[in-house]
Nanobody, 120 residues
Framework: VQLQASGGGLVQAGGSLRLSCAAS?????MGWFRQAPGKEREFVAG????????YYANSVEGRFTISRDNAKNTVYLQMNSLKPEDTANYYC?????????????????WGQGTLVTVSS
């Protein structure tokens, strides 16, 4: 499975961005993670195979929405009300499992990061 993330950029605080992750190959549960300089990679959001089960980190709950279009084999992360602390490289990941998990070790394939920078 190969994953291609896109959609990052520079945005002012309060603004919005939508990240996309296009996959080649069969995917099951998918997730978005982020990593800021000097910090560990952290879970942001995850979605199950059917798209009905979603899970969010507390820090983004109510502001970010994860979705998927299985016909296009693409997962999205809509990010609203962005804050400077959301600045990070964002990575999409694919798991061989059907359930949504929050630890990076449970994901088998990773895309390259896409940088999100939120200015104050």
């Amino acid at each position: 499975v190969q994953l291609q993330a896109s959609g990052g950029g520079l945005v002012q605080a309060g603004g919005s961005l939508r990240l996309s992750c296009a996959a080649s190959g069969r995917t099951f549960s998918m997730g978005w993670f982020r990593q800021a300089p000097g910090k560990e990679r952290e879970f942001v959001a995850g979605i199950g195979w059917m798209g009905t089960n979603t899970y969010y980190a507390n820090s983004v709950e109510g502001r970010f929405t994860i979705s998927r279009d299985n016909a296009k084999n693409t997962v999205y992360l809509q990010m609203n009300s962005l804050k400077p602390e959301d600045t990070a490289n964002y990575y999409c990941a694919s798991s061989k499992l059907l359930v949504v998990l929050t630890t990076p070790n449970n994901y088998d394939y990773w895309g390259q990061g896409t940088l999100v920078t939120v200015s104050s």
